[in-house]
């Protein structure tokens, strides 16, 4: 019982999703449009369940005084900070004047903003201390690159008009060849694994313990 | 200083190189070159060109802060350009910390042209299942989305008035991140529901989208801030993304040059290796 | 309201089609029709009920063609005619009556009968071959290079007397990339079993801890070396993307190992973990399906797993039935395409588009 | 220069700072910015889950709609919800598995149907080309050369013949069709990276020092 009632949830909501999508009659559609609703309640309900977890994991580090423990009150205080704030204002927690929007565009935002921006910095070191180009593969990756770094910017065109336009060419015919081969592929790859999963086929590691 | 002792240097030198190589064009504002549209910038520009005046059409600011300097300026451009043509704009957001940016967008450029929330457009927010928002949208937009940002009924919202599903729109208008975003709008809404779609994209993700052009699923692509500064080229409304253009060609240069320099440098140390 | 007078028609009526949509669930009729050159402001479409009396439906923009009415108040099988009254009434400008129409649900969207030829035929062969491999079938593949490299790897590391370093990427454990990566590190955990080399695992999610321990410990079990296995192996970092990267940076200044594997789901962390691999000297073989980050491992290692490749290694090692049936029949459906690709566009280049409209067809 | 006089355009300054400092290398104030970043964004997802999901679409109309338009079916993914929690309690965590069942049911097959229309059907049929356009020669061979790199590619990823001989050959033609494209990918990441550090100048330079107005 325990393991065969997840098999048949799996098989039936897969199953009418699948059929749904040829079949637009109401017998079908009826119950295949009522599921998709439900699992976007569900799929709600795991964020709330993920965040559980994060509170649970951090609580126990610090109570062990794990390696940077101090560091997760930080992570909780602002967790819970933001929690309290947004669920004190209610409805208005949107509004343009909320103190959770203050906490979104002042603390959430510039950080979020930062981090990816830290790559920058990276990319270029990394260009300088780890691009070999020590074979003919990798001769026509550095061409295709320096191609698409300075066609792609006004200075490629202020250079000569030929580089954007060689640049457009490469993203338009090989590149554009070899990501729909990988496209075709992963996709078959994405249909086996599916179908796979529907019918219940599929041993997944640790379903249980993946929290 | 040899080639060899510069594969020594400690790369925080080179960060500071790119800190300054985008630091003092934006400060000083020196002008390299004009901006020259794309035709997949055209294609995009065109796409909303095209549509009959008054016509709806939905707008998905998939992104989120963490790459507001690429996705930020191409979303004000798109809500200008539909705005100033006067469509009705049905917003919404796949990724959480995306419905402040639509505000943020729809409010500003609301304002400029006159344009009121509720009447002329409306914010519909977030809704958690990433694709699955977007084949429920098909069966029922106001079953999926019951209320708007503010929690307002949909019901009692005049721009939603005849919004059932896809078919009510005439263009899909998509702002995007990554995941979910323009692959799945393509795989879940486009073909299946014949909406035609136009996206403007991080770069990092543009190159896998153009299969999609050729094939027409996609009207038009604006690849990364550069194709941001072209879409407001065509516009003609310079913002952000034109002003970073300058900063933008010169790290690209910068960085280039430290492929060949490291290249250099690693063949000036290869014979100190052998022995 | 209108008054009735209005809907009476005209000398100059125009025809309009109303159609029950296709392909859809019912309750919906499209009409389409063609704009006269000199259009009212704005169209009135009304509706009735065969024999009833004519109500308005919606306003429409004056330079529309095309509608479709989808509303609550339409029956299936029930027979409606339309008709468009012009607004403002002067010129009077109303379209025929349309003829009579009777919406109904479908149960097959034809529009969708390429995908699902495709995709039947696609899960027949999958079964097929599953079921085959299942039966102890097992087909030849080809060497995937950096398979072979990795023992290759594992061995120099060992002359050299330094330790391996396996990083299963930053997905948890319900990716796919993830799961593979296990595979391959029960493989790779056998090889430093038998060559007594330092295996060094960091992960970055509880849950992958768990089953990347289990996986070492087997795999050193598998070649009775159990007793060389160490608790510390494999451990827990961060969660957190960029303390995970400045972690295991860390651990490569420190121990130095001679080889890197880097196995799994990566993000933007690919360029900063494989260019301190680098920059330390040691062999680095990568194998990632996320297409975005495999020019940073092309460049800055010495083999890289490129996406299916990176699969079909997993596979192979794994001799799981299910993955490997799976493969075969991926291959065997791009055999296919390849030739329905080279005969279509034979085809179309003799002036015969049919077989890409049939593909492209939605 | 104007600097700002807004408290919260500092806070946002120093944070940006703050994690800027990771440049020089792993610290204190790094770690905490990463760690309040990590809980704020958190806590943000919770609220916005719970308002514009679990409110809207499960709560108000299972409680607030009884009568004429109550949906009694909502009473299952709402106890679905529940399940989800059992797995905090040993014994009954097997229950939280037919909420994950729904899920793993509802995913798949929309991909199946979204990959196999859009990455499989569609991209075959756009790429049955003629290899021979009237008059334009150019197009002929992009169409020649599209085709080619594509079925190249495919025979790259084709794993049940050794690459030797003319396999062999086509499979190398496809290797560098894919480096040509990694190397495309290459150029546009460094293009993004850049984008995000000129947004970050930007909002230091204009908002917080008033060195410039953008």
């Given at each position: 019982?325990?393991?065969?009632?997840?098999?048949?949830?799996?098989?039936?909501?897969?199953?009418?999703?699948?059929?749904?999508f040829?079949v637009p009659?109401?017998?079908?559609?009826?119950?295949?449009?009522?599921?998709?609703?439900?699992?976007?309640?569900?799929v709600?309900?795991?964020?709330?369940?993920?965040?559980?977890?994060?509170?649970?994991?951090?609580?126990?580090?610090?109570?062990?005084?794990?390696?940077?423990?101090?560091?997760?009150?930080v992570?909780?205080?602002g967790?819970?900070?933001?929690m309290?704030?947004g669920f004190?204002?209610g409805?208005?927690?949107s509004?343009?004047?909320?103190k959770?929007?203050?906490?979104?565009?002042?603390?959430?935002?510039?950080?979020?903003?930062?981090?990816?921006?830290?790559?920058?910095?990276?990319?270029?070191?990394?260009?300088?201390?780890?691009?070999?180009?020590?074979?003919?593969?990798?001769?026509?990756?550095?061409?295709a690159?320096?191609?698409?770094?300075i066609?792609r910017?006004?200075?490629?065109?202020?250079?000569?008009?030929?580089?954007?336009?060689?640049?457009?060419?490469?993203m338009?015919?090989?590149?554009?060849?070899?990501?729909?081969?990988?496209?075709?592929?992963?996709a078959?790859?994405v249909?086996?694994?599916g179908?796979?999963?529907?019918?219940g086929?599929?041993?997944?590691?640790?379903?249980?313990?993946?929290? | 200083?040899?080639?060899?002792s510069?594969?020594?240097?400690?790369?925080?030198?080179?960060f500071?190189?790119v800190?300054?190589?985008?630091?003092?064009?934006?400060?000083f504002?020196?002008?390299?070159?004009?901006?020259?549209?794309?035709?997949r910038?055209?294609g995009?520009?065109d796409a909303?060109?095209?549509?009959p005046?008054g016509?709806?059409v939905?707008?998905?600011?998939?992104?989120?802060?963490?790459?507001?300097?690429?996705n930020?300026?191409?979303?004000?451009?798109?809500?200008?350009h539909?705005?100033?043509?006067?469509?009705?704009?049905i917003?919404?957001?796949l990724y959480p910390?995306?419905?402040p940016?639509?505000d943020?967008?729809?409010?500003?450029?609301?304002?400029?042209?006159?344009?009121?929330?509720?009447i002329?457009?409306?914010?519909?927010?977030?809704?958690?299942?990433?694709?699955?928002?977007?084949?429920?949208?098909?069966?029922?937009?106001p079953?999926?989305f019951?209320?708007?940002?503010?929690?307002?009924?949909?019901s009692?919202?005049?721009v939603?008035k005849?919004?059932?599903?896809?078919?009510q729109?005439s263009?899909?208008?998509?702002?995007?991140?990554?995941?979910?975003?323009?692959?799945?709008?393509?795989?879940?809404?486009v073909?299946?529901?014949?909406?035609?779609?136009?996206?403007?994209?991080?770069?990092v993700s543009?190159?896998?989208y153009y299969?999609?052009?050729q094939?027409?699923q996609?009207?038009?692509?604006?690849?990364?801030?550069?194709?941001?500064a072209?879409?407001?080229?065509?516009?003609?409304r310079?913002?952000?993304?034109?002003?970073?253009?300058?900063a933008?060609?010169?790290?690209?240069?910068f960085?280039?040059?430290?492929i060949?320099?490291?290249?250099?440098?690693?063949l000036?140390?290869?014979?100190?290796?052998?022995? | 309201?209108?008054?009735?007078?209005?809907?009476?028609?005209?000398?100059?009526?125009?025809?309009i089609?109303?159609?029950?949509?296709?392909?859809?669930?019912?309750?919906?009729?499209?009409?389409?029709?063609?704009?006269?050159?000199?259009?009212p402001?704005r169209?009135?479409?009304?509706r009735?009920?065969?024999?009833g009396?004519?109500?308005?439906?919606?306003?429409?923009?004056?330079s529309?063609?095309?509608y479709?009415?989808e509303?609550?108040?339409?029956?299936?099988?029930?027979s409606?005619?339309?008709?468009?009254v012009?607004?403002p009434a002067?010129p009077?400008?109303?379209?025929e009556?349309?003829?009579p129409?009777?919406?109904?649900?479908?149960?097959?969207?034809?529009?969708?009968?390429?995908v699902?030829v495709?995709?039947?035929?696609?899960?027949?062969?999958?079964f097929?071959t599953?079921?085959?491999?299942?039966?102890?079938?097992r087909?030849?593949?080809?060497?995937?290079?950096g398979l072979?490299?990795?023992?290759?790897a594992?061995?120099?590391?060992?002359?050299?007397?330094?330790?391996?370093?396996?990083?299963?990427?930053?997905?948890?454990?319900?990716?796919?990339q993830?799961?593979?990566?296990?595979?391959?590190l029960?493989?790779?955990s056998?090889?430093?079993?038998?060559?007594?080399?330092?295996?060094?695992?960091?992960?970055?999610?509880?849950?992958?801890?768990?089953?990347?321990d289990?996986?070492v410990?087997s795999?050193?079990?598998?070649?009775?070396r159990?007793?060389?296995?160490?608790?510390?192996?494999?451990?827990?970092l961060t969660?957190?993307q960029?303390?995970?990267?400045?972690?295991?940076?860390?651990?490569m200044l420190?121990?130095?190992p001679a080889?890197?594997?880097?196995?799994?789901?990566?993000?933007?962390?690919?360029?900063?973990l494989?260019?301190?691999?680098?920059?330390?000297?040691?062999?680095?073989?990568a194998?990632?399906?996320?297409?975005h980050?495999m020019?940073?491992f092309?460049?800055?290692?010495?083999y890289?797993?490129?996406?299916?490749?990176?699969?079909?290694a997993?596979?192979?090692?794994?001799?799981?039935?299910?993955l490997?049936?799976s493969?075969?029949?991926?291959?065997t459906?791009?055999l296919?395409?390849?030739?329905?690709?080279?005969?279509?566009?034979?085809?179309?280049?003799?002036?015969?588009?049919?077989?890409?409209?049939?593909?492209?067809?939605? | 220069?104007?600097v700002?006089h807004?408290?919260?355009?500092?806070?946002?300054?120093?944070?940006?700072?703050?994690i800027?400092?990771f440049?020089?290398?792993?610290?204190p104030?790094y770690?905490?910015?990463?760690?309040l970043?990590?809980?704020?964004?958190?806590?943000?997802?919770v609220?916005?889950?719970?308002f514009s999901?679990?409110?809207?679409?499960l709560?108000?109309p299972?409680?607030?709609?009884?009568?004429e338009?109550?949906?009694?079916?909502?009473?299952?993914?709402?106890?679905l919800?529940l399940f989800l929690?059992s797995?905090?309690?040993?014994?009954?965590?097997?229950?939280?598995?037919?909420s994950?069942?729904?899920?793993l049911g509802?995913?798949?097959?929309?991909?199946?149907?979204?990959?196999?229309?859009?990455?499989?059907?569609?991209?075959?049929?756009?790429?049955i080309?003629?290899?021979?356009?009237q008059?334009?020669?150019?197009?002929?061979?992009?169409?020649?050369l599209?085709?080619l790199?594509?079925?190249a590619t495919?025979?790259?990823?084709?794993f049940?013949?050794?690459?030797?001989?003319?396999?062999?050959?086509?499979?190398k033609?496809?290797?560098?069709?894919?480096?040509v494209?990694?190397?495309?990918?290459y150029?546009?990441t460094?293009?993004a990276?850049?984008?995000?550090?000129?947004?970050?100048v930007?909002?230091?330079?204009?908002?917080?020092?008033?060195?410039?107005?953008?």
């Amino acid at each position: 019982m325990k393991r065969e009632i997840p098999i048949l949830i799996t098989l039936v909501t897969g199953l009418f999703c699948l059929i749904g999508f040829f079949v637009p009659h109401p017998a079908v559609r009826f119950l295949y449009d009522d599921i998709q609703q439900w699992v976007i309640v569900i799929v709600g309900a795991t964020y709330v369940l993920g965040v559980a977890n994060l509170l649970r994991i951090n609580s126990v580090q610090v109570s062990q005084k794990a390696l940077d423990w101090p560091y997760k009150i930080v992570l909780m205080a602002g967790l819970l900070g933001m929690m309290a704030i947004g669920f004190a204002e209610g409805n208005h927690y949107s509004d343009d004047a909320s103190k959770f929007s203050w906490m979104y565009i002042r603390v959430y935002s510039p950080m979020s903003a930062t981090m990816f921006a830290l790559l920058a910095f990276f990319i270029a070191s990394a260009a300088f201390r780890a691009f070999r180009i020590r074979s003919f593969d990798a001769l026509l990756l550095a061409i295709a690159a320096f191609i698409l770094m300075i066609g792609r910017v006004p200075i490629g065109n202020a250079i000569h008009p030929i580089i954007p336009a060689a640049a457009d060419w490469l993203m338009e015919v090989p590149q554009n060849a070899a990501k729909r081969g990988i496209l075709i592929g992963a996709a078959l790859g994405v249909m086996a694994t599916g179908i796979r999963l529907i019918l219940g086929m599929e041993k997944t590691y640790g379903s249980g313990e993946s929290s | 200083m040899n080639l060899a002792s510069i594969a020594r240097l400690d790369r925080r030198w080179i960060f500071l190189a790119v800190g300054l190589l985008v630091i003092l064009p934006l400060a000083f504002g020196f002008h390299i070159a004009p901006v020259e549209p794309s035709p997949r910038s055209r294609g995009f520009y065109d796409a909303i060109e095209k549509l009959p005046e008054g016509s709806t059409v939905l707008l998905s600011g998939d992104y989120d802060p963490s790459t507001i300097a690429e996705n930020y300026p191409m979303h004000l451009a798109a809500a200008r350009h539909l705005m100033r043509r006067n469509m009705k704009i049905i917003a919404l957001a796949l990724y959480p910390a995306g419905p402040p940016l639509t505000d943020q967008v729809l409010h500003m450029v609301g304002e400029e042209f006159g344009k009121k929330e509720g009447i002329d457009y409306v914010n519909l927010g977030y809704k958690t299942g990433n694709e699955l928002v977007m084949s429920s949208m098909g069966s029922s937009i106001p079953r999926t989305f019951p209320v708007d940002r503010r929690g307002i009924p949909v019901s009692k919202i005049p721009v939603m008035k005849g919004i059932q599903n896809f078919e009510q729109f005439s263009l899909l208008v998509n702002v995007s991140a990554g995941f979910p975003g323009t692959k799945e709008w393509v795989q879940q809404v486009v073909s299946r529901y014949h909406l035609p779609m136009v996206a403007g994209v991080t770069a990092v993700s543009a190159p896998e989208y153009y299969p999609y052009l050729q094939t027409g699923q996609l009207k038009g692509l604006l690849g990364g801030m550069a194709g941001a500064a072209e879409y407001e080229a065509l516009i003609q409304r310079p913002a952000l993304a034109m002003r970073g253009m300058d900063a933008q060609s010169l790290a690209h240069v910068f960085i280039a040059l430290m492929i060949l320099l490291g290249n250099l440098a690693f063949l000036g140390k290869q014979p100190a290796r052998r022995a | 309201m209108l008054p009735l007078a209005l809907f009476a028609g005209n000398a100059l009526a125009f025809p309009i089609e109303a159609k029950d949509t296709p392909n859809d669930g019912g309750r919906s009729v499209t009409l389409t029709w063609k704009t006269p050159d000199q259009h009212p402001a704005r169209w009135i479409l009304v509706r009735r009920e065969r024999g009833g009396a004519f109500a308005p439906v919606v306003t429409l923009d004056g330079s529309l063609a095309r509608y479709v009415d989808e509303a609550d108040a339409l029956t299936n099988g029930i027979s409606y005619e339309y008709q468009l009254v012009a607004d403002p009434a002067d010129p009077p400008l109303n379209s025929e009556i349309s003829l009579p129409v009777i919406p109904s649900p479908d149960w097959l969207d034809s529009t969708k009968a390429n995908v699902l030829v495709v995709t039947v035929l696609f899960f027949i062969v999958l079964f097929f071959t599953i079921n085959q491999a299942h039966r102890g079938r097992r087909w030849t593949f080809r060497k995937i290079p950096g398979l072979v490299a990795i023992e290759e790897a594992i061995g120099r590391a060992t002359e050299m007397g330094k330790g391996v370093l396996y990083i299963p990427g930053v997905q948890d454990i319900d990716d796919i990339q993830t799961i593979a990566s296990m595979i391959l590190l029960a493989q790779v955990s056998r090889l430093t079993a038998k060559y007594e080399t330092k295996l060094s695992v960091p992960t970055n999610s509880p849950a992958v801890y768990t089953v990347a321990d289990e996986v070492v410990k087997s795999g050193y079990q598998d070649v009775g070396r159990a007793d060389a296995h160490q608790a510390d192996m494999v451990r827990y970092l961060t969660s957190e993307q960029f303390a995970y990267v400045a972690a295991v940076n860390g651990i490569m200044l420190r121990e130095r190992p001679a080889a890197n594997l880097l196995l799994g789901a990566f993000f933007a962390e690919s360029l900063l973990l494989a260019e301190t691999g680098h920059s330390i000297g040691a062999i680095q073989i990568a194998g990632t399906a996320n297409v975005h980050q495999m020019p940073f491992f092309v460049v800055a290692c010495d083999y890289t797993l490129i996406g299916e490749e990176y699969y079909a290694a997993s596979a192979l090692l794994s001799n799981d039935p299910l993955l490997l049936g799976s493969l075969k029949s991926a291959d065997t459906v791009k055999l296919v395409l390849i030739i329905v690709i080279a005969i279509g566009c034979a085809l179309a280049t003799w002036g015969n588009p049919s077989l890409g409209a049939w593909f492209s067809a939605q | 220069m104007h600097v700002s006089h807004d408290i919260g355009v500092w806070v946002a300054a120093l944070l940006t700072l703050g994690i800027f400092s990771f440049l020089y290398r792993d610290n204190p104030v790094y770690k905490f910015c990463e760690h309040l970043f990590v809980g704020v964004s958190a806590g943000y997802y919770v609220v916005l889950t719970y308002f514009s999901s679990i409110k809207p679409n499960l709560l108000t109309p299972l409680f607030q709609h009884f009568g004429e338009n109550w949906n009694c079916l909502l009473i299952i993914p709402f106890v679905l919800s529940l399940f989800l929690f059992s797995r905090f309690f040993p014994r009954g965590d097997w229950l939280s598995r037919w909420s994950i069942a729904t899920i793993l049911g509802v995913y798949p097959a929309l991909r199946i149907t979204g990959f196999g229309q859009s990455d499989l059907v569609q991209q075959v049929g756009g790429s049955i080309l003629p290899f021979w356009i009237q008059g334009d020669p150019l197009a002929s061979f992009n169409n020649i050369l599209l085709v080619l790199g594509l079925l190249a590619t495919l025979v790259f990823f084709f794993f049940s013949k050794e690459h030797e001989g003319a396999v062999g050959g086509v499979a190398k033609v496809g290797v560098y069709f894919l480096m040509v494209s990694f190397g495309a990918s290459y150029g546009y990441t460094v293009m993004a990276r850049v984008s995000l550090l000129i947004g970050r100048v930007m909002f230091l330079l204009d908002n917080w020092l008033g060195v410039v107005r953008f």
